[in-house]
């Protein structure tokens, strides 16, 4: 025969850190949505337009997972290889948590008719050690391509379903 306990609140004795959780747990969850285009035609990072979201972590010793999408469409009439990067950054704290290196996601192209869009995913985790709100975003930069076209187009609702930054919050 099993047992079943309902309650409406769990509150530490004396902090909401005193509330065990076992390891592996979901403690927490946020999501954002973006669908405004970016136009990205430079080396530097930049913010991907709405890929930005703040988070608390309820312990200091969470891990937060992150689960990023961002469409992308790739321009024409480069008659050479074009690629781009994704950044996910704590902007609080000024720390890359995952940065694509060597190529990126790209494409080459040999004429107008030529063109590519590609949702770009990014899966990975990362230790805060606080319990203090931190800034997280998106951003993309183009490692290469250049010529007419060379420049890309982020989550452009004309061309894909936008992109998301979701943040899990797993207790350890």
């Not at 979901?26 to 890929?51: F, R, W």
């Not at 992308?72 to 290889?81: D, E, K, T, V, Y």
Request: net charge neutral; aromatic share 10%; proline share 2%.
């Amino acid at each position: 025969m099993g047992s079943t306990l309902t309650v409406d609140n769990i509150v530490g004795a004396t902090t909401a850190a005193n509330v065990k959780m076992p390891e592996g747990s979901v403690v927490g969850y946020k999501t954002v949505a973006a669908s405004t285009a970016t136009a990205v035609n430079t080396n530097s990072y930049t913010l991907v337009t709405g890929m930005e979201i703040a988070y608390t972590p309820k312990f200091s010793t969470s891990k937060l997972m992150f689960n990023v999408q961002c469409h992308m469409f790739f321009g024409q009439l480069q008659n050479a290889w074009a690629s781009i990067s994704m950044k996910l950054i704590n902007t609080t704290d000024g720390v890359a948590i995952s940065t694509d290196t060597g190529y990126g996601t790209g494409k080459y192209s040999t004429d107008a008719n030529d063109r590519e869009m590609a949702y770009l995913h990014l899966f990975t985790e990362y230790a805060p050690g606080a319990t203090t709100a931190k800034t997280y975003q998106l951003q993309v930069a183009k490692l290469q391509g250049s010529g007419s076209g060379s420049s890309f187009d982020a989550n452009n609702n004309n061309y894909g379903a936008g992109g998301r930054i979701t943040i899990l919050e797993i207790a350890q």
